[in-house]
């Protein structure tokens, strides 16, 4: 479903045992060695989330990529998996689009869990030019998103993201502003066996040309 024109909401694209195996995957990730922790941005502020990025870290004081997590204990951000770069690629597809992810950044929501108003916008230049996508993957309890134009004051509209959804956002919303307002306790299909959200977005872009 077109949101705006780029913008696609794809409602469950993923089936319960694909969204089970992903999210077993991404609790892994997260429980492991370099796993979640909670970023701190440029302000001093923390955030609402816990973060683990792989392929490349995304560093929150100083907005840019790099390879460890300098922000955080240094160590190299874990490799981001072939099998989920094949499921952002497979989106990416459905909705029309084309990407070659080099980084996913995955967050874990509580149920106190949100994300203010920001574009993406720290990929490189002529990734952010050509409008290639960013593909978000959301599982467990739902999100209200928040997606509005391409300045913060612009009219917004929200759009639920259910355990299984799919939302890819380029071309002409690529530098859409957007946010996460709140998560619903308990939306979430039961059978994940987690309370709260994870949510994926791959982006290319993210590496040296
Ligand atoms: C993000 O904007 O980076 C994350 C959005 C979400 O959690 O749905
Ligand atoms: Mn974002």
Redesign the pocket.
């Known amino acids: 479903m077109e949101i705006f024109p780029g913008a696609v909401h794809l409602p469950r694209f993923l089936s319960l045992a694909e969204q089970l195996e992903l999210a077993e995957r991404c609790q892994a990730i997260g429980n492991g060695p370099t796993g979640w922790y909670v970023p701190t941005v440029r302000g001093g502020g923390q955030m609402r989330v816990r973060m683990v990025c792989l392929g490349r870290h995304w560093n929150a004081r100083t907005y840019r990529y790099e390879a460890s997590r300098r922000d955080h204990d240094g160590r190299p951000a874990p490799p981001l998996p072939p099998q989920l770069s094949a499921l952002a690629v497979r989106m990416a597809e459905a909705a029309g689009m084309r990407l070659l992810p080099d980084v996913c950044i995955l967050n874990s929501y509580d149920a106190a869990g949100k994300m203010g108003l920001?574009q993406?916008k720290d990929e490189r230049q002529d990734t952010l030019a050509a409008g290639v996508p960013?593909v978000s993957v959301s599982l467990g309890d739902t999100a209200k998103f928040i997606i509005g134009g391409l300045t913060r004051k612009d009219a917004k509209t929200m759009v639920p993201l259910a355990s299984g959804d799919g939302f890819v956002f380029g071309g002409p919303s690529r530098l859409r502003f957007?946010g996460v307002a709140a998560v619903l306790p308990h939306t979430g299909p039961p059978e994940l066996g987690f309370d709260g959200r994870l949510n994926l977005?791959f982006r290319q872009g993210a590496s040296p040309p």
């Open positions: 920001h993406d960013i957007h977005t």
